[in-house]
């Protein structure tokens, strides 16, 4: 893994995501949350210094087609940066790799520049939940609108994409083997993309399984008329 190119990781994921669409098909509903990966080893100076472990840590948010259950797009870093300006990377990349007619995310996106992207670039509907507080004004076109009319039946599709980050971990682990930070990221994509592939695998077996077990049609006999 450590040899393979950046870049290859990106081409992987987009060849791994048209498994799973016809050509111009958009996904319905796109939701991000973010996740983490520790690695494995500790940092032995601040361990040495301060006699408690410390393990690096690396914030992974991912963008899920809710209906097809498939990773389209991931933003990764060492640093624990704010949940919108992962999401404004993650969304322009998930954009690019499939289009979505709507971004589902909790309130920890609660964001006027994720809404004004989001319908005024991407072209697509945004729901987030507000971070109301008792007697605040609540500022912006798109977070005002949220405020009066909330579809709480799309938004629940949310809880998809914690469904897969849970799935992700409990079969690949949560911990990286990798020592360097460059080959903790590709570990981590590693597993997404995996994670995507397996998923494929298990759908063509499902399939074959099912036609091999449909009862053939007792009645059919050939019949010849002269």
Same mark, same amino acid.
Not at 23 to 35: L, S, Y
Not at 65 to 90: E, N, R
Not at 194 to 211: D, H, M, P, S
């Given at each position: 893994?450590?040899?393979?190119?950046?870049?290859?990781?990106?081409?992987?994921?987009?060849? $791994?995501? &048209?498994?799973? =669409?016809? #050509?111009?098909?958009?996904?319905?509903?796109?939701?991000?949350?973010?996740?983490?990966?520790?690695?494995?080893?500790?940092?032995?100076?601040?361990?040495?210094?301060?006699? /408690?472990?410390?393990?690096?840590?690396?914030?992974?948010?991912?963008?899920?087609?809710?209906? /097809? /259950?498939?990773?389209?797009?991931?933003? +990764?870093?060492?640093?624990?940066?704010?949940?919108?300006?992962?999401? &404004?990377?993650?969304?322009?990349?998930?954009?690019?790799? @499939?289009?979505?007619?709507?971004? *589902?995310?909790?309130?920890? =996106?609660?964001?006027?520049?994720?809404?004004?992207?989001? @319908?005024?670039?991407?072209?697509?509907?945004? +729901?987030?939940?507000?971070?109301?507080? &008792?007697?605040? @004004? +609540?500022?912006?076109?798109? @977070?005002?609108?949220? #405020?009066?009319?909330?579809?709480?039946? $799309? =938004?629940?599709?949310?809880?998809?994409?914690?469904?897969? +980050?849970?799935?992700? !971990?409990?079969?690949?682990?949560? $911990?990286?083997?990798?020592? !360097?930070?460059?080959?903790?990221? &590709?570990? *981590? !994509?590693? !597993?997404?993309?995996? =994670?995507?592939?397996?998923?494929?695998?298990?759908?063509?077996?499902?399939?074959?399984?099912?036609?091999?077990?449909?009862?053939?049609?007792?009645?059919?006999?050939?019949?010849?008329? $002269?």
């Amino acid at each position: 893994v450590s040899r393979i190119p950046s870049s290859w990781f990106n081409l992987i994921l987009s060849r $791994t995501i &048209k498994l799973f =669409y016809s #050509h111009g098909e958009k996904a319905f509903i796109t939701a991000i949350d973010a996740t983490g990966f520790t690695s494995s080893y500790a940092s032995h100076y601040y361990s040495r210094r301060t006699g /408690k472990l410390r393990r690096s840590f690396l914030k992974t948010s991912i963008a899920v087609d809710t209906d /097809k /259950k498939v990773i389209l797009g991931w933003k +990764i870093s060492q640093k624990t940066d704010h949940d919108v300006k992962h999401a &404004k990377t993650l969304i322009r990349q998930s954009n690019k790799l @499939r289009k979505s007619e709507c971004y *589902v995310m909790d309130k920890g =996106y609660d964001s006027e520049e994720i809404h004004v992207l989001i @319908r005024e670039e991407i072209k697509a509907d945004s +729901i987030i939940p507000l971070r109301v507080r &008792k007697r605040k @004004r +609540i500022n912006g076109k798109y @977070r005002k609108q949220l #405020h009066i009319e909330f579809d709480k039946i $799309t =938004y629940n599709r949310r809880n998809i994409v914690e469904t897969i +980050i849970s799935v992700i !971990k409990r079969k690949f682990g949560e $911990t990286l083997r990798a020592r !360097k930070l460059r080959n903790q990221v &590709k570990e *981590v !994509k590693v !597993k997404l993309i995996v =994670y995507n592939i397996n998923k494929k695998v298990i759908e063509i077996i499902y399939i074959k399984l099912r036609i091999s077990t449909e009862p053939k049609n007792p009645y059919n006999f050939n019949i010849k008329f $002269t």
